[in-house]
């Protein structure tokens, strides 16, 4: 696997907690750093959060991640949670209210180890993936600039590197994983795009993971140059919660839709940016 990125992402003396969902792709991203902490000066701690949604595949899961962090000495923080009643409760779908659930546990977690770094196991399949899910949705810059790299202490060792990468790595070192069984159910839009579109789009670029990753760079890039016009603007002209419009007038659209976007506590879809402006 290409490990150039993690030097930077993750620098000498960063207090690092993986998460382990247990799925190759964490597990792999787990044993890399644990077999390279010293080599690197990291100091790496497990997390792993059970969704408590998949009745007894999902205990399986976490169970497997404890044995795997037990038999290597790794320290492994595992915590039960309650997704469907959270979604229940404030009307989130399934997947939001696991996804915000399982950050929270990470975050927290963090902060109870003194973590300054906390790795997930997103590959450049996701990013790909991200970015073509956003496109067939309608997304500007930043949806089509997929996963980033870093937010905030969170970061993405992985991300330039493809599943097919990493399945060899696992098998190159004999390391065991468990598989989601909801990762074949066809009624998620990610998995239908995953078996039956990817790889169409593959045998025109089987290097498409790779490309998209390329792609995605750039438009990150650009997305920040454009948001950083925005915030100078709001810098400069934002006052009393207010905004001159004649100066507003005169930004161009990718600009002023911008500080509208980042002034407004909710999002905003396009038509009501345009109707704004």
């Known amino acids: 696997m290409n490990t150039d990125s993690i030097p930077v992402l993750l620098p000498p003396g960063s207090r690092v907690l993986c998460a382990v969902s247990g799925g190759s792709d964490s597990i ?17 701690f497990a997390a792993h959060y059970e969704h408590g949604i998949r009745g007894a ?3 399986r899961d976490a169970a497997f991640v404890e044995a795997f962090c037990r038999e290597r000495g790794i320290p492994c923080t595992v915590e039960h949670g309650d997704v469907p009643g959270y979604a229940a409760r404030t009307g989130l779908g399934p997947e939001a209210a696991a996804r915000e659930l399982r950050y929270a546990f990470l975050e927290r977690t963090a902060d109870e180890l003194g973590c300054d770094r906390i790795a997930t196991a997103h590959n450049a399949d996701d990013n790909a993936e991200t970015m073509l899910l956003n496109l067939t949705r309608g997304s500007g810059l930043r949806g089509l600039g997929g996963i980033p790299p870093v937010r905030g202490r969170i ?12 399945e060899s790595y696992l098998a190159e070192n004999g390391l065991p994983h ?4 909801s990762n074949a159910d066809e009624s998620y839009r990610r998995n239908r795009l995953r078996q039956r579109v990817l790889p169409l789009l593959q045998e025109m670029n089987p290097a498409l993971a790779h490309t998209l990753g390329d792609t995605a760079a750039l438009l990150r890039q650009d997305e920040g140059c454009l948001a950083s016009l925005a915030d100078n603007f709001i ?4 006052q009393n919660d207010s905004l001159p419009t004649k100066e507003l007038a005169e930004l161009h659209p990718a600009v002023a839709s911008r500080v509208l976007r980042a002034l407004c506590p909710q999002s905003l879809e396009r038509k009501h940016v345009e109707e704004a402006l």
């Open 28 to 44: 792999g991203l787990l044993h890399l750093l644990w077999t390279q902490r010293e080599e690197w000066g990291l100091e790496v």
């Open 57 to 59: 595949d999902s205990l």
């Open 155 to 166: 970061v993405r060792p992985l991300l330039t590197v493809t599943r097919q990468e990493i």
């Open 235 to 238: 810098e400069k002209h934002y």
């Open 178 to 181: 468990v598989e989601d069984a």
